[in-house]
């Protein structure tokens, strides 16, 4: 099985790439998909966060408040961490036991790890190659707030959040770029996926 850990920041177009590598026959593991099952109600990382912000963090139906989460998280580091410290170990379980799973499955696979705190977190041990997905900081921003319906304070509070693109590009052993029409970032994809 060969591991491809896929990268890049918030509105940054890892999702298109996934998407993509998928229609090529890639398997996805997506981590922020697995972080939203780590805290639906009732899961041991859900109480975790109600025990520790309280119930006003609660929706009416008891599913996380996000959008007052992130205005507590993106605001605070020390926040930002011990929200952190509760999901990612729920997280990498799962990444491992469906790894695993996958591997059984079909040991010939290409399995595309979308992690977008693959650097931060320290993760590249467990990949094969890290694809990059990259944008101009201005792009990201403006894609940013479009997509989430944010002010630009906010949307540079996210981005504050995580380490800067132009940085993880000396990690990646493969950058696309998705700055341009999806054609172009499609193009760049064929590439990729005709080297491997």
């Known amino acids: 099985m060969f591991v491809i850990g896929l990268t890049g920041g918030i509105a940054s177009g890892k999702s298109t790439v996934a998407?993509?590598?998928?229609?090529k026959g890639?398997?996805?593991?997506?981590?922020?998909?697995?972080?939203k099952e780590a805290v639906e109600p009732?899961?041991?990382?859900?109480q975790d966060?109600?025990?520790?912000?309280?119930?006003?963090?609660?929706l009416p139906d008891g599913q996380l408040n996000r959008v007052r989460l992130a205005e507590i998280v993106f605001n605070d580091q020390d926040k930002l961490k011990k929200l952190n410290q509760i999901v990612h170990p729920w997280v990498g379980k799962r990444f491992l036991q469906l790894s695993e799973e996958i591997k059984v499955k079909d040991p010939d696979a290409v399995l595309v790890y979308d992690i977008p705190l693959l650097i931060e977190a320290g993760m590249q041990d467990m990949v094969?190659?890290?694809l990059l997905v990259y944008?101009?900081?201005?792009?990201?921003?403006e894609r940013l707030q479009q997509r989430d319906g944010i002010t630009r304070r906010a949307a540079e509070a996210r981005l504050?959040?995580?380490k800067p693109l132009e940085e993880k590009r000396k990690y990646a052993n493969v950058i696309i770029d998705n700055s341009g029409t999806e054609t172009e970032t499609a193009r760049q994809v064929d590439q990729f996926w005709s080297k491997l």
């Open 49 to 58: 966060i109600v025990n520790w912000l309280g119930k006003s963090i609660l």
């Open 135 to 141: 944008v101009p900081r201005e792009v990201q921003i």
């Open 19 to 23: 998407a993509m590598l998928v229609e």
């Open 160 to 162: 504050k959040a995580q």
């Open 128 to 130: 094969d190659l890290i």
């Open 42 to 46: 009732g899961s041991p990382a859900w």
């Open 26 to 35: 890639a398997y996805l593991l997506d981590a922020d998909r697995l972080a």
